[in-house]
């Protein structure tokens, strides 16, 4: 038996993954939960360690439910949220909060670095925007702000690093994750030192790149000893969520389209060579399997606004579920299904933390928009639920226009789990949506990145062809497909145009309120 070990380590938690690669067959996973931290609105941050010690109870628990023996683990995947800056000193040790993903706070320095690096450069080697979200802005905020706090660092790690850190003593990354810093020459895989240059950071700061199956380190004893992991067991370079999610979803050739809604909403698709969009609405990064990239349109609150739903508005839902054993999104979905397709003209914008694609806005708020005496909890669960599928959309029309090929689309997440979602996707794509037989994501997408490191399979196509199967299949249906384009045209991408100069008054104010 071939044990191959995930571990993905998310925004509300980390889990672990134990995967059988001779009968596809998942032998035990465990996940952890740690809190997200939110010092100003707008502003979020996790503690590293609180990462570290999540993923070695997760580590244990997984070993522990599956009965495996460690010594079969053939290697080991790492995956992990993306663009997350952990700052860590000459001695390794951790100088504050990292900073995440969907933290807003790097207005200001997102402007400075596009005018130091220019568009040109952008365009040639980083191939993206530079956004609020990712490394890069971060950091020289972190010059900015806190000048003592930059004057210690040494090493800068994406949040998964920080995991292999810990398990192998190595300072590396990968290219998937890489390419999300605004700093690595995306079509050169490796960090930019021209951008570096011009934006005034040390290279040294910076960790080897490797390719996403390459083997980056080893378990060292003392982790073996913590954890209950064999020493010497190799970790490969592994990949960030996104990517992570698109191998374990078996998007590793054009034609197929990852649809993804965790927290964040995530359109994703493979690509021979590293198009970019002209007007860098959406991302192209390198993706995880060795010289191919991916293009990538990424919303902020997708799976996410469903939450703020469940926990804002849906408490009745929530005490039921309680009392019946029963999952409050299941309630929720059932609401939403009795009411009509469009919600009678409620639109919901689903900026909650602001967006990326199509709009990089970090001022963007949530919206609830036409709302009337007509309209129920039943009109706004759904109109959540086509918010976001229409968020969504947006990315696929710009890879559309842009001559990607787009035959299936393959759902994960919350959006995958729900009959309902699965046929809104369907409805307001236009396309097919199928799942998978093993639902397990960034996670199985790292197993099976380490099971390319460790010789088990010859590339990461055919370990995707091995292991992964479609289980479901949504068909659009053709009046809904009608009904949807109109609702999509006419009322949904009207909204944020109409909305963008009062989400930046507010964000003034909110900012002023703020220093009071």
């Known amino acids: 038996m071939a044990i191959l070990l995930g571990i993905d380590l998310g925004t509300s938690g980390v889990k672990t993954i134990l ?46 439910r599956a009965g495996a023996d460690s010594s079969a683990i053939a290697g ?20 504050r909060p990292a900073l ?6 790097t207005g200001d320095q997102c402007g400075w670095i596009t005018r130091a690096v220019g568009q040109t450069l952008l365009r040639e080697e980083v191939c993206n925007p530079i956004l609020t979200g990712f490394q890069a802005p971060k950091i020289v905020w972190l010059r900015d702000e806190e000048p003592a706090n930059f004057d210690r660092v040494r090493h800068v790690l994406l949040p998964k690093d920080y995991l292999r850190y810990k398990l192998t003593g190595e300072f590396a990354t990968e290219v998937s994750d890489a390419a999300g810093t605004a ?67 078996g998007i590793v050739r054009p034609g197929l389209l990852w649809a993804s809604t965790g927290t964040s909403g995530v359109i994703f698709a493979s690509a021979d060579e590293p198009a970019t969009d002209p007007s860098l609405r959406t991302h192209t990064f390198c993706h995880a399997v060795p010289g191919k990239w991916h293009v990538m349109g990424v919303m902020l609150s997708a799976g996410g606004s469903l939450r703020w739903y469940r926990d804002a508005l849906a408490g009745e839902e929530k005490n039921v579920a309680a009392l019946t054993g029963q999952d409050p999104y299941e309630l929720i979905t059932a609401a939403a299904a009795q009411a009509p397709l469009g919600c009678e003209g409620l639109v919901f914008a689903p900026y909650l933390t602001g967006e990326r694609a199509p709009y990089p806005d970090p001022n963007a708020r949530g919206a609830f928009l036409n709302l009337s005496l007509r309209h129920d909890k039943r009109h706004m669960a759904r109109a959540v639920l086509e918010g976001v599928a229409m968020g969504l959309r947006d990315s696929v029309e710009i890879m559309k226009a ?44 790292v197993a ?10 010859d590339s990461v196509e055919s370990a995707c062809d091995a292991m992964i199967e479609t289980a479901t299949v949504t068909e659009p249906i053709a009046a809904n497909v009608d009904a949807y384009e ?31």
């Open 402 to 445: 842009g001559g990607v090929p787009i035959n299936e689309v393959r759902a994960s997440g919350g959006g995958a789990r729900s009959p309902l979602w699965r046929q809104i996707q369907a409805d307001v794509f236009g396309l097919p949506i199928t799942t998978i037989n093993i639902e397990e994501g960034p996670a199985l997408g």
């Open 486 to 516: 109109q609702v999509y045209r006419e009322l949904y991408t009207e909204a944020y145009p109409a909305l963008r100069e009062g989400f930046a008054r507010a964000a003034a104010v909110v900012e002023r309120l703020a220093a009071r």
């Open 76 to 95: 080991i995947g790492l995956s992990g949220q993306m663009h997350g800056s952990v700052f860590l000193d000459a001695a390794g040790r951790v100088i």
């Open 19 to 64: 995967l059988d690669a001779d009968s596809k067959r998942l032998l035990g996973s465990c996940l952890v939960e740690y809190p997200l931290l939110t010092p100003r609105p707008g502003w979020t941050e996790q503690e590293p360690e609180a990462w570290w010690s999540a993923t070695v109870a997760s580590i244990q628990g997984a070993l522990a």
């Open 183 to 249: 700093l690595l020459n995306v079509p050169g895989r490796d960090w930019s030192t021209k951008v570096l240059d011009k934006i005034g950071l040390p290279a040294a700061w910076f960790p080897k790149v490797y390719e996403s199956p390459e083997v980056s380190g080893t378990v060292t004893a003392e982790v073996a000893e913590l954890t209950g992991l064999k020493s010497g067991t190799p970790v490969v370079g592994g990949a960030g969520d996104c990517a992570a999610g698109a191998v374990g979803t």
């Open 448 to 457: 099976l990145l380490a099971g390319v490191g460790a010789g088990l399979w």
């Open 100 to 105: 995440l993903w969907n933290d807003q706070r």
